[in-house]
């Protein structure tokens, strides 16, 4: 089992950068790909990066492309999302969500994930 923290939301400019955090609790951090998916009122749930467990494959969906980059730290057992060039649209509920993986692979749907963190907000103004 484990269980995941968020942190880093808040409210920037447009054209601004936050990092956000994904702290995880319970064993065995390097067996679990990683994701990053966010929310925003009135839309499905997204996927915005994902690393597989070792970090070495990632994969970012097409409008955060070149603006956000997704990490881990598996000694600190923690993923970062590093969001530059912050736009309006990026306005969600950010949540982190780990899958325990068998091969080196990120995964890109939610239902592949089996636990998700709580979730932290991310307000874009222009």
């Known amino acids: 089992q484990v269980q995941l923290v968020e942190s880093g939301g808040g409210l920037v400019q447009a054209g601004g950068s936050l990092r956000l955090s994904c702290a995880a609790s319970?064993?065995?951090?390097?067996?679990?790909?990683m994701g990053w998916f966010r929310q925003a009122p009135g839309k499905e749930r997204e996927i915005v990066a994902a690393?597989?467990?070792?970090?070495?494959?990632?994969y970012y969906a097409d409008s955060v492309k070149g603006r956000f980059t997704i990490s881990r730290d598996n000694a600190k057992n923690t993923v970062y999302l590093q969001m530059n060039s912050l736009k309006p649209e990026d306005t969600a509920v950010y949540y982190c969500?780990?899958?325990?993986?068998?091969?080196?692979?990120?995964?890109?749907?939610?239902?592949?994930?089996?636990?998700w963190g709580q979730g932290t907000q991310v307000t874009v103004s222009s």
């Open positions: 319970g064993r065995a951090f390097s067996r679990y790909a």
């Open positions: 690393i597989s467990r070792s970090g070495g494959n990632t």
């Open positions: 969500a780990a899958d325990f993986a068998l091969d080196d692979f990120p995964q890109e749907e939610p239902y592949e994930y089996d636990h």
